[in-house]
């Protein structure tokens, strides 16, 4: 597995290089890696299935007890297939899409190390580990959607999309540090076996909090929902792969991974099925308000995201069945409809439902694929959606006390399914062509039609034959989620007249009728005033408060650089002296040596020509004056230190004066001269600062003469600075040896000071720019709009 | 620039005696005061020397470098010495010693130490005229009168 993870990686950066060598054929390539992992893993369905999950560690960090770990069950398993398998597809989409960007290669190396971060989430056993996979895949998302860098929105979008993911996957750093104070693991499979015992735990309401909030973020349940459907301003292999079936589902496989841990008690139920449920009636109607396609299978997205959650909340068998076998149903279907909607816009221009129309004759094999996905997506018979959406309602029905409030949000969240579901698979191929086209509308490339039409196939396999998943796959990830084994799933396409049944039935009213009066309903005023408040609202909130945000550290920063430096003199050293002397005097006893050594005649000239020289500074009419008294103390205090025997001090000192004497006098003969006194209340402060600076080093002096002389280290240095490190100066020895690290750490920051001089000095005066209000999110730019630019 | 004939032919004489210093400063350090510190800053100070003699844009074409590129180089060589004694099989920044005897001149004690003091005299060197220069570049005139 290990090696699966790491060949995805090592593909990214082999891929700009295939990408010279193939151009647009590249994705066929470069997908037989995903492929290639997808077979290996399908492979090992059959044990997997057996019960027998497969564990494998890599030691990685011994010192820090961070073991590479990985973890192969019913539920990694699954999702690891639908990583590679719609993986492979993307891959090969990409590069039809993408095939006249100068940046394929750049886009393959994002794309393809998103999956590798997202197969080592899946895969991972240890929490840490996930961890870090979990904040890869934000990152590497934040550059996908960001693709098109030069659109602001896409800028906007990839940022909304980076604070929110990535601010809850903290949030889920300290839930799954909790996790195994909890448990005293940070292995998953040891942490399942403890099922029942977190929930005990002390701790158990802060982890599911914590966790919780980086499930809902990476889900974009509500009130986080608004970053999913502005990241469409990606290209659209990336809407299809991240934000459809892979990434978004990582807070969903979360909460699944951690069931048996956490789950069972009444905050997990009701957070769950609250804001999960909340979530898909919310979004399945949002989805009507939109007519760009894009748009209308993000806001779906999160519906099914929130079912997911709900149906994780139930946590009954019936609902773990449902919950996988709607993650397959999800996957399927969103990834083929989101490379439809990209094959349509890529070869008409537009992706606005309501300029579409007729394209059946145009574009045969994508209108075949699209047609079977977006029907799997409304649920009709017989394809795999017919069988997820059944599910879901005999889960609902068996769920106890929840079953009536479940059926209905159920009910209304899956009618308006149906309603999108058509919507975007019947719209644009039947009816009238609109003829509204920039260019003439023809059929996608074989990599792009493939995609849908595999997916769609697939759908229509399932639903047909669901035994070929069922007992395996789906069951062995029921088992994962669970970890215990109930009755086996078993699906079929006929139930006979249940009352899931009846409740499909009702949907398909609905539905229909949603459908047949889409364009009235869509602009009609509650759904714009939904599309307001819960469309656009949440992601408008979150700029105004990231601007803020900035406004307010920008006013912070104002408050303390004064520019004046004065001000920073003044507020070091009056904070030194009130911190410092504070310390002093609540925590030290104040001792004075008993004795001093006398002084030479010599000693005692020097430090009153250092004292003169520096009452001459505060007393100068001219800087250049002040200057040159301040050089006289400054290298009064080099004579001293030579005086003292430290001639490496000395001489140092000695240079560093010359050398700022000379850069004080370049810039000083620029500046005006000095011209009037300032304020008495002004001198009598600083006055006091100083004085009281000075007198608190003096003090500070005395003690440390007080103190008795601890010479280990000299002696240790004096011993063994030649032996060791061959030099007789110590202080060499010390600077460049015992202590190289310090060393090396001031000049490296002697390095960044440096650059910084160089970066503020080239940097143009410029205001912060003012608040942008975006006009909502702005999808992806459609292709006719991105020749424009 | 500053139009002072004493000033530019001393300049003259000092700058190549500076640098020749700053050398033996730094050669003379590990067991002598000294060191690539020192050194670097009396290397800086002939370099600032001879761009207010001759103006910045001379200092540029003598240094050959630009400051930047000394900065990395002196990091380079810094972490490098370091690195040295890793690939050798110690802990980072370990003091190497070679003793190597050169007919003529004597035996010659060569330590991973010493390529670390040049990495602190380049950078002390570059962070001075970085200065000075990007100090130029911004207001023209300044240094270059």
Redesign the interface.
């Known amino acids: 597995m290990l090696l699966a993870v790491l060949g995805v990686f090592v593909t990214a950066a082999l891929a700009p290089l295939v990408v010279r060598a193939l151009g647009r054929h590249s994705g066929w390539a470069l997908g037989l890696v995903p492929l290639g992992i997808f077979a290996y893993l399908a492979a090992q369905t059959p044990e997997v299935a057996h019960g027998e999950p497969i564990r494998e560690v890599h030691n990685w960090m011994p010192a820090y007890d961070l073991p590479l770990s990985f973890y192969l069950d019913g539920l990694s398993l699954l999702f690891a297939l639908l990583v590679t398998g719609i993986g492979t597809l993307i891959v090969i989409y990409s590069s039809g899409y993408l095939a006249h960007n100068d940046e394929l290669g750049r886009f393959y190396v994002q794309l393809l190390a998103f999956m590798g971060a997202m197969l080592g989430l899946v895969l991972a056993d240890n929490a840490i580990v996930f961890f870090i996979f979990f904040e890869l895949t934000s990152l590497t998302s934040y550059l996908l959607i960001g693709f098109y860098r030069k659109e602001e929105s896409s800028r906007q979008a990839a940022r909304k999309a980076l604070i929110v993911t990535g601010g809850g996957g903290l949030a889920m750093l300290a839930g799954l540090l909790l996790l195994q104070q909890a448990t005293g693991t940070f292995e998953f499979s040891k942490m399942l076996a403890l099922s029942g015992q977190v929930q005990q735990h002390p701790l158990y309401t802060a982890i599911f909090v914590l966790v919780a909030a980086g499930a809902f973020t990476k889900s974009a349940q509500f009130p986080f929902h608004f970053w999913l459907p502005a990241a469409m301003a990606g290209p659209t292999p990336v809407s299809a792969y991240l934000h459809s079936a892979t990434m978004v589902k990582a807070g969903v496989f979360v909460l699944a991974r951690l069931h048996p841990v956490l789950s069972g008690t009444q905050v997990w139920t009701y957070t769950l099925v609250g804001v999960g449920g909340f979530t898909m009636v919310l979004t399945a109607w949002l989805a009507l308000r939109y007519t760009d396609l894009k748009q209308i299978l993000a806001y779906t997205t999160t519906m099914v995201l929130g079912l997911l959650t709900m149906l994780l909340g139930v946590g009954t068998g019936d609902a773990i069945k449902a919950m996988v076998t709607f993650t397959v149903v999800h996957a399927l279907y969103k990834g083929g409809l989101f490379m439809m909607a990209g094959s349509i816009d890529h070869e008409t221009g537009t992706r606005n439902v309501k300029e579409l129309g007729g394209l059946r004759g145009a574009m045969p094999y994508t209108m075949a694929g699209g047609l079977l996905t977006a029907l799997s997506m409304a649920g009709i018979p017989p394809l795999f959606g017919f069988i997820g959406k059944e599910v879901t309602y005999e889960a609902a029905l068996h769920a106890g006390a929840l079953s009536i409030p479940l059926l209905v949000a159920g009910v209304l969240a899956n009618a308006a399914l149906v309603g999108s579901g058509l919507v975007v698979g019947i719209k644009p191929f039947f009816g009238d062509m609109k003829g509204a086209f920039t260019r003439e509308p023809h059929e996608a490339p074989v990599s792009m039609w493939l995609g849908p039409l595999v997916l769609g196939a697939l759908g229509l396999a399932f639903g047909a034959m669901p035994w070929l998943i069922d007992h395996s796959l789906l069951n062995a990830a029921k088992v994962g989620i669970l970890q215990r084994t109930l009755e086996p799933v078993h699906l079929a396409l006929w139930h006979g007249f249940n009352p899931a049944f009846m409740a499909s039935l009702v949907t398909f009213a609905l539905g229909f009728a949603l459908y047949a009066t889409w364009t009235t309903v869509q602009d009609s005023a509650p759904m714009r005033g939904l599309g307001t408040v819960f469309g656009q609202g949440p992601g408008a909130v979150f700029e105004r408060l990231l601007y803020g945000l900035a406004r307010a550290s920008e006013e912070i920063t104002r408050l303390f650089q004064t520019g004046q430096f004065r001000w920073y003199l003044f507020a070091i050293f009056s904070s030194i002296f009130v911190l410092v002397g504070g310390a002093i005097l609540t925590e030290a006893t104040v001792r004075w040596p008993s004795t001093f050594g006398s002084a030479e005649y010599y000693e005692v000239g020097l430090a009153g020509l250092i004292v003169i020289s520096a009452l001459f500074a505060i007393r100068a009419r001219e800087r250049f004056q002040a200057i040159l008294a301040l050089s006289v103390g400054g290298y009064g205090v080099a004579l001293l230190y030579l005086l003292f025997s430290a001639?490496?001090l000395a001489?140092?000192q000695f240079?560093?004066e010359?050398?700022s004497l000379?850069?004080l006098v370049?810039?000083l003969?620029?500046l005006p001269g000095l011209s009037g006194t300032e304020p008495l209340g002004r001198r009598i402060r600083d006055a006091i600062v100083s004085v009281g600076c000075g007198a608190l080093v003096t003090l500070l002096m005395g003690m440390a003469l007080a103190m008795p002389m601890d010479l280990r280290v000299s002696e240790y240095l004096a011993e063994n600075s030649y032996t060791?490190?061959?030099?007789?100066?110590i202080?060499?020895?010390i600077?460049?040896?015992f202590r190289?690290?310090d060393?090396?750490g001031e000049?490296?920051v002697?390095?960044m000071?440096?650059?910084g001089?160089?970066v503020l000095?080239?940097m143009p005066r410029t205001e912060p720019p003012a608040f942008q209000s975006s006009d909502g999110e702005r999808p992806e730019p459609t292709v006719a709009e991105r020749e424009t630019v | 620039m500053f139009f002072s004939l004493i000033f530019r032919v001393a300049t003259r004489l000092l700058v190549p005696i500076l640098l020749i210093f700053a050398i033996f400063m730094l050669l003379r350090g590990h067991s002598h005061p000294g060191g690539g510190f020192v050194g670097g800053l009396v290397a800086g100070s002939a370099f600032v020397l001879y761009a207010l003699a001759a103006g910045v844009d001379d200092a540029r074409e003598v240094l050959r470098v630009e400051p930047r590129t000394l900065l990395g180089i002196g990091l380079a060589c810094a972490y490098g010495a370091g690195m040295m004694a890793v690939l050798a099989g110690k802990n980072f920044l370990t003091g190497l010693w070679a003793h190597v005897h050169i007919p003529l001149l004597g035996d010659l004690h060569l330590g991973s130490t010493l390529l670390f003091d040049i990495g602190v005299l380049l950078v002390v060197v570059g962070t001075v005229l970085l200065m000075v220069f990007s100090v130029e570049d911004r207001l023209p005139g300044l240094v270059d009168e």
Request: no cysteine; aromatic share 2%.
């Open positions: 001639p490496d001489m140092t240079a560093i010359t050398l000379i850069l370049i810039v003969i620029h060791q490190a061959q030099g007789h100066n202080v060499n020895v600077l460049v040896d190289g690290i060393t090396m000049i490296t002697l390095v000071a440096a650059l001089v160089y000095m080239r």
